[in-house]
């Protein structure tokens, strides 16, 4: 059988659970998972290697694949820039795209319809918060060859097996979706399953990326979602929301090298390695820069000491981590710094710095 890959996209409303997806299907933590809504701002990569599986009496199995998956922001309706660019994020990952989960909360149960046929207070809200995400997935049938739509009916344990058969009627008479699937991404119910049909919707073809590679995001990247992880658990209200990360220092520790300059071992007796990082946590306002501190400095401590343990069993080294707060003024209506907060415009100027240094 064919070697098959390609792109898949993960969308879906804020808190449905596409980034909880993202790393069971991974079996690692690569995006960042809080009870927040929006948490996701970007789009992230993971790449999920499927094995063969060999065709039986019973099971008529399917070729080993590549999948890359994209998880992305919460389909919302902007408010801000940011929210404007956490859109883009989602229009851009169902531009370039082999097939899409479309993941819906069965938590937010289905709008109960009143005589007059329409939805009333939260549920109308819920509705329409549905449609609109819907209305992003309607547009897929326009696609040339069309795209593949398969939905995933997540968190079905906090549900009964009786409520599940009327979430599939009514969101099946929504859309030709090609498959339905009823999961659980927090305990890992029929992910195989879903791997298997997602595999069997793929093209043929080679590897996108090498074989043990998990992501294409940097890991400074990585360490600035982890402080930014930190700081929706341990703040609340209006801070996590206007509070975004920029890696400023990143020095990587010493690697050990031979006579001809090949990584070696760390001798034996050295020091764990060290990575030397620091950060500044932007915010809007100096009340939110003063949350971010707390007293005597007690909360930034904490979301230090939170991140930096996270942040040294990724990196498996030893890290010295500095954080700053500063504030920026309505950051989230501004464009160009929303701009620069993208981690691929970060490596753009970074390349760019290296260069000119060179250049001296
Ligand atoms: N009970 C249950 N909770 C889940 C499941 N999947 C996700 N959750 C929880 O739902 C919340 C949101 O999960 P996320 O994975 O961050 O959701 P998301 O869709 O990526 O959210 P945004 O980044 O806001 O768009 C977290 O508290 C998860 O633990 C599930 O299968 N069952």
Known sequence: MPFRSGFVSIVGRPNAGKSTL??????????IVTHKPQTTR??????????????????????AAQVVLVDTPGIHKPDTQLDKRMMQEVHDALEARDAVLFIVDVTHQLPKENPTGKATGRMALSKAEDDF?????????????????????????????????????????????????????RKKINLDLLLEKVVNILPEGQRYFPKHQLTDQPERFLVAELIREKILLLTGEEVPYA????????????????????PKKRPAG????????????????????????????????????????DIESMLGTRVFLELFVKVKDDWRSKANFIEDLDWRRELEHIAAKQAAEEKE
């Open 133 to 185: 995400a819907l209305q992003l997935i309607q547009r897929l049938k326009q696609v040339e060859g069309g795209c593949p739509v398969i939905l995933l009916l997540n968190k079905i344990d906090t549900i009964s097996t009786a409520e599940i058969m009327p979430l599939i009627a009514h969101w099946s008479s929504l859309y030709p979706f090609a498959e339905v699937i009823p999961i659980s991404a």
């Open 22 to 31: 993202l790393n069971a299907l991974l079996g690692q933590k690569l995006a």
């Open 270 to 309: 050295a020091k764990t390695p060290l990575t030397k990082i620091a950060a500044a946590i932007f915010c809007e306002r100096a009340g939110q820069k003063a949350i971010l501190i707390g007293k005597q400095g007690t909360m930034l401590k904490e979301i230090g000491t939170a991140a930096r343990k």
């Open 42 to 63: 970007t789009r992230i990569q993971g790449v999920v290697e499927v094995p063969l599986k060999k065709k039986t009496a019973t099971d008529p199995g399917h070729p």
């Open 243 to 262: 509070t975004a990360v920029v890696i400023e220092k990143y020095e990587e520790p010493m690697v050990y090298t031979n006579d001809k300059g090949e």
